[in-house]
C-alpha cells in the first residue's frame, strides 16, 4: 500500500499536518476498521511519544487488540470440543477442513460432524475433505435435524475416545431469530454432554461493518470464543477482525489463507498488522 | 439493509424539517451527515464524497425554488432520493436476450459470494417466466460445488449440465463450451453457467474467467456481490471489471441487516447497474433490483411499492370485501375470520421481510423486534384453530378446560398454548369491536397472534404522506 508508505515518510510526529493525519484515518477505513477505531487509533497515535508515525500507528493498533489467549482451549480428560459457525459462505466448512488437518498432522484422534443439513451438497462437501485428509465425518440426513446429527457425533468420538470433535454448522443470517435459537440448541446438545471448548466464529476478511453485528449477535447467542478470519489471501486487509475484537474482546485465533487444507494458521498480529498498514 | 443509512438519514432530515426555510449552510450539514452516514455502511469514502458533492450542487442552485413551497425539507429530499435512485442504477434493467440461440448468462464473484445458489435461483424465475434454462457447472474447483448445483438444479425442476465430477477435475472452459452446445441442441433459450469462485488478486484464475467468457460469448455477465461486502469492493469490482468484465451486478444476502453500501461503490465507479437482489435462502427469494424502491429504503422510506406489489397478489379481494362487508354489517369478528386473514398473511411471503418494507420499519430496534416475530406461531395457531369445531370457532366462550384439551391433542400442541391464543383473539375481538363503535374505518387485516408488536409499530412510523391507513396491509391496499 503504497499510501501508507508516503504518508509515513511525511508524517514526523509533531511535524504531521491534520490533513496528514487525515489521510492515514481514510487508509485505515479503506482497511474496514471503520470510523470509530479509525478515529480512535489516530488519535492514540498522535499522542503517542514515538520515534516515527509508523511505530505510532503501530503501537496505538497493537493497543487495540486483546491481550486474551489466542491458544485454541485444550482438555485433558475428555474430547475437545470445538463448534464453528457464522454466516453463509464465510469459509466454515473449509476452515473445519484445515482444522482437521492441521490436528492430525499433530498427531491427534478427530472426529467432525457435518451438522448443516440445510445447504444441498454441504454434506457431500465436508464428506470430501473428511476422505481426502482421513478424518470420519459423521453425519445424517439432508433436511434433517442437526442437533441429532451432532448427538450422533458426539457418541462417536465419545465411544472412539477421540482427542478433538469438530462440528460444522450450516451459515445462517445473525438477524433470523430461528436460525439462532437452532445454533443454540446445537450448543446445548454439546454441553450436555460436557461442554463446548471453542466456538468458533468464521469471517470473511472481505466483510464490512456488518461484521461487527454479526460477532455481537453469535455470541449472545452460543457465545463465541475465537474468531477464524478468512480469505486472507485476497486484496481485503480484513480490518473488520480488529474492530471486532476491539468491540468485543474476542480473540483472531486463526487466519485462512486460500482454498486448500494447508492455508491455515494461527493468528499473527504482527503480520496482520503489517498488512492493515501496508509495511511489509 | 442500509439500516444505519436509514436512521441516520432520518434523523438528519427530522432536523432539517424542524428549520422551516433552509439555508445553504443547512445543506452542507446535511451532506457532511451522509457522507459520514455512507462511510459507515461500507460505501468508499470517494463515492460518498462524491455523492454529497452532487447533493450539493443540485440542491443549492435549486433553494429558492425549494423554500417557496409549502415544505421546503421535502423538496431536499426529493432530490436526495432522485439521485440516490440514479447512482443506484437509474432505471431497472432486464436481462439482454440473444438475438439467436440461447441467451448465456455467465455468474462471477469472490468465493462464498452466493453464486450456486443464485444459479438455482435465476433458473426458477427464467423458469416461472415461461424460460427453458440450462444450468451449467463449471465450477469444478470447490469441493461438491457441482453436487451443489445438481441439487439446487432438482429443486427448481431446472436440468443441470455436469459432465465434470469436479473437486478439481475437469475444464471449466470444456464444461461451458459444451454446455452451450448443449443447449443449442436440446432447444434451450437460457443457458446459465456457474462458475468458481476467485479473488480479484488470483490472476491464473482470472485469465480462466476470461476464457470461459470467450468460450459462450455471454450475453450478460453478473457480478455476484455479497451485500455484507466492505471497503475491498472497489478493488475486487475494479479486478472483475478489468479481468473478465460484466454487465450488471447481483446482490446477494440481502435479508441480513448488512448496509450494502459496497453496492452504491461498484455501481458508482463501475458503471454498471445492479440487476437482481437475493432476499433469503428459498429459491423463491429473488427478485429484480429496483433502484427507485431501494433510494426511498435508504432514505427511511419503506419499500411500499414492493409490498403493495405483493398484497395485491396475494389478498383475495373477494375476501377483502367480505370483511369489510360484514364489518359494516355489524357482524362480530369471529376465529374464522382470524384464520382466514392468517392464512391471506401466510400468502403475502415471510411477515417480518414484508414489515420490513414499511417505512420506519428498518431501524435498529424496529429491525429486531420484525426479526423476533415467530413466523412458526402463525402455523402452529393455524393448527389450533382447524383442530376445533365450527361451533367453537363461532363462539370461543364455549372453549371449556376438556374442550380446550381435545383441541390441543388434536393440534399437537400445549394446553397453553391454546389458552394463550384464545386469551389474544379474544383481545383482537375486543379491539375490533371498540373500534367500530368509535367509528373507525374496518381495518382489512386487524391484529394476529405473533404480532404483539404492532400496535408499537404503527407508534413508530415517520408522518406519512402517502398514506392515510395505520393498518400496513391496508396501506398497501390503498397504494396498490
Ligand atoms: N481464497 C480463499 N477462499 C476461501 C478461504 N476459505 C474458504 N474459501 C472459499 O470460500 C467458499 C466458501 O467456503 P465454504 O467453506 O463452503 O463456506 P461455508 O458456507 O461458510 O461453509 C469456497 O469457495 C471456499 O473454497 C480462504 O481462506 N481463501
Ligand atoms: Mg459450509
Known amino acids: 500500500m503504497a499510501l501508507f508508505s508516503k504518508i509515513f515518510a511525511k508524517l514526523r510526529i509533531g511535524g504531521a499536518s491534520d490533513s496528514d493525519w487525515d489521510e492515514l484515518r481514510s487508509s485505515l477505513i ?46 485433558e480428560d475428555r474430547t475437545t470440543t ?38 444441498a451438497a454441504a454434506i457431500e462437501q465436508l464428506q470430501t475433505w473428511g476422505a481426502r485428509i482421513g478424518v470420519p465425518v459423521v453425519a445424517g440426513k439432508f433436511q434433517g435435524d442437526p442437533a441429532s446429527v451432532v448427538f450422533d457425533g458426539v457418541k462417536v468420538a465419545r465411544e472412539s475416545k477421540a482427542d478433538y470433535l469438530i462440528v460444522d454448522t450450516a451459515g445462517r443470517l445473525h438477524t433470523k431469530s430461528n436460525l439462532m435459537d437452532e445454533l443454540s440448541k446445537i450448543k446445548r446438545v454439546l454441553d450436555k454432554s460436557g461442554g463446548v471448548d471453542e466456538v468458533l466464529l468464521v469471517v470473511d476478511a472481505t466483510t464490512g461493518q456488518n461484521g461487527i453485528n454479526q460477532a455481537k449477535s453469535f455470541t449472545e447467542s452460543v457465545s463465541v470464543t475465537g474468531l477464524i478470519l478468512t480469505k486472507m489471501d485476497g486484496s481485503a486487509k480484513g480490518g473488520i477482525a480488529l474492530a471486532i475484537e476491539r468491540e468485543t474482546a474476542i480473540p483472531i485465533k486463526f487466519v485462512g489463507t486460500g482454498e486448500g487444507a494447508d492455508d491455515f494458521g494461527p493468528f499473527e498480529p504482527d503480520s496482520y498488522i503489517s498488512g492493515l498498514i501496508g509495511s511489509e | 439493509m442500509f439500516d444505519s443509512l436509514s436512521s441516520k438519514f432520518a434523523s438528519a432530515f427530522s432536523s432539517l424539517r424542524s428549520r422551516g426555510r433552509i439555508k445553504s449552510s443547512d445543506v452542507e450539514e446535511i451532506v457532511a451527515e451522509i457522507r459520514s452516514a455512507l462511510i459507515e455502511s461500507d460505501v468508499a469514502q470517494e463515492v460518498a464524497k462524491s455523492f454529497g458533492d452532487r447533493i450539493q450542487e443540485l440542491a443549492i442552485p435549486e433553494l429558492e425554488r425549494i423554500n417557496k413551497s409549502t415544505n421546503p425539507s421535502q423538496g431536499i429530499f426529493e432530490i436526495i432520493n432522485a439521485e440516490l435512485t440514479t447512482v443506484l442504477g437509474g432505471q431497472t434493467r432486464r436481462i439482454r436476450m440473444a438475438k439467436k440461440g440461447p441467451t448465456v448468462v455467465m455468474l462471477v464473484g469472490l468465493q462464498g459470494a452466493g453464486k450456486t445458489s443464485l444459479a438455482g435461483k435465476l433458473a426458477q424465475y427464467l423458469k416461472s417466466q415461461g424460460n427453458t434454462p440450462l444450468l451449467v457447472a463449471s465450477d469444478l474447483q470447490r469441493p461438491n460445488a457441482v453436487t451443489q448445483l445438481q441439487q439446487v438444479g432438482a429443486s427448481v425442476g431446472v436440468p443441470v449440465f455436469a459432465p465434470e465430477p469436479g473437486n478439481g477435475v475437469g475444464d471449466p472452459v470444456k464444461v461451458a463450451q459444451a454446455g452451450k452446445k448443449f443447449a443449442e441442441d436440446k432447444l434451450h433459450n437460457f443457458v446459465i453457467v456457474d462458475t468458481a469462485g476467485r479473488l480479484g488478486v488470483d490472476a491464473e484464475l482470472m485469465s480462466q474467467a476470461s476464457r470461459i467468457r470467450d468460450a459462450v460469448k455471454p450475453d450478460e455477465i453478473l457480478f455476484v456481490v455479497d451485500a455484507m461486502l466492505g471497503q475491498d469492493a472497489v478493488r475486487t469490482a475494479q479486478s472483475f471489471l478489468e479481468g473478465v468484465g460484466f454487465d450488471g451486478v447481483v446482490l446477494t444476502k440481502l435479508d441480513g441487516d448488512a448496509r450494502g453500501g459496497a453496492a452504491l461503490s461498484i455501481v458508482t465507479l463501475t458503471n454498471r447497474p445492479i440487476m437482481f437482489a437475493a432476499t433469503g435462502e428459498k429459491t423463491s427469494d429473488f427478485d429484480l433490483f429496483h433502484p427507485d424502491r431501494m433510494a426511498s429504503r435508504i432514505l427511511g422510506m419503506g419499500d411500499v411499492a414492493t409490498l403493495a406489489e405483493q398484497a395485491k397478489a396475494a389478498l383475495d379481494p373477494d375476501l377483502t370485501k367480505k370483511f369489510e362487508e360484514k364489518f359494516a354489517a355489524g357482524d362480530d369478528f369471529t376465529l374464522m375470520d382470524f384464520l382466514s386473514q392468517l392464512q391471506a398473511l401466510k400468502k403475502m411471503g415471510s411477515m417480518s421481510k414484508m414489515l420490513g418494507m414499511l417505512p420506519g420499519m428498518n431501524s435498529g430496534a424496529m429491525k429486531k423486534q420484525l426479526d423476533n416475530l415467530d413466523e412458526g406461531e402463525l402455523v402452529r395457531t393455524e393448527a389450533i384453530i382447524q383442530s376445533m369445531t365450527p361451533a367453537e370457532r363461532h363462539d370461543v366462550k364455549i372453549l371449556n378446560g376438556s374442550r380446550r384439551a381435545r383441541i390441543a391433542k388434536g393440534s399437537g400442541r400445549a394446553v397453553s398454548e391454546v389458552n394463550n391464543l384464545v386469551d389474544r383473539f379474544t383481545g383482537a375481538q375486543k379491539m375490533m369491536r371498540q373500534m367500530r363503535n368509535g367509528g373507525g374505518m374496518p381495518p382489512g387485516m386487524p391484529p394476529v397472534p405473533g404480532m404483539a408488536g404492532m400496535p408499537k409499530i404503527n407508534k413508530q412510523l415517520p408522518p406519512k404522506k402517502k398514506s392515510k391507513s395505520g393498518n400496513p396491509a391496508k396501506r398497501a391496499a390503498e397504494q396498490g
Not at chain 1, 67 to 75: H, I, M
Not at chain 1, 87 to 115: H, P, Q
Open chain 1, 30 to 75: 479503506e482497511s474496514d476498521l471503520g470510523a470509530k477505531l479509525s478515529d480512535e487509533i489516530v488519535s492514540v497515535a498522535r499522542a503517542t511519544k514515538s520515534e516515527s508515525a509508523e511505530s505510532a500507528i503501530r503501537k496505538a493498533l497493537e493497543g487495540a487488540l486483546t491481550t486474551s489467549s489466542r491458544d485454541l482451549k485444550v482438555v
Open chain 1, 82 to 119: 470445538i463448534l464453528v459457525v457464522g454466516v453463509n459462505g464465510t469459509g466454515k466448512t473449509t476452515s473445519v477442513a484445515k482444522l482437521m488437518k492441521d490436528l492430525k498432522d499433530r498427531g491427534n484422534d478427530v472426529v467432525v460432524v457435518a451438522a448443516d443439513t440445510f445447504r
